[in-house]
């Protein structure tokens, strides 16, 4: 059984930074990443890396946020910067091996 366990969302001002992190447990996954949901919008990409450290990003964070992987512990993180009030949402942990699993979501809100 594959759990996907997520740390690091909060309230943060335009313009700062946080770190969100998902540390997967029970099995190699061969893909992880992030998904995001704001109030009334659909869950979009973020951010997805494989093993091998390939990494695609949505359009409206590249430059922004940094995704990394540390296979030896299976966790992903997500380092954002420059934040805007849009990227307020939800924020899932997202992993892959044959089926896709979801972790349980951590709230990032950007305002002043």
């Known amino acids: 059984q594959v759990q996907l366990v997520e740390s690091g969302g909060g309230l943060v001002q335009p313009g700062g930074s946080l770190r969100l992190s998902c540390a997967a447990s029970?099995?190699?996954?061969?893909?992880m990443g992030w998904y995001r949901q704001a109030p009334g919008k659909e869950r979009e990409l973020v951010t997805i890396?494989?093993?091998?450290?390939?990494?695609t990003y949505a359009d409206s964070v590249k430059g922004r946020f940094t995704i990394s992987i540390n296979n030896a512990k299976n966790t992903v993180y997500l380092q954002m910067s420059s934040l805007k009030p849009e990227d307020t949402a939800v924020y899932y942990c997202?992993?892959?091996?044959?089926?896709?699993?979801w972790g349980q979501g951590t709230q990032v809100t950007v305002s002043s």
């Open positions: 997202y992993a892959s091996r044959i089926r896709d699993y």
């Open positions: 029970g099995t190699i996954l061969s893909v």
């Open positions: 890396i494989n093993r091998g450290g390939s990494t």
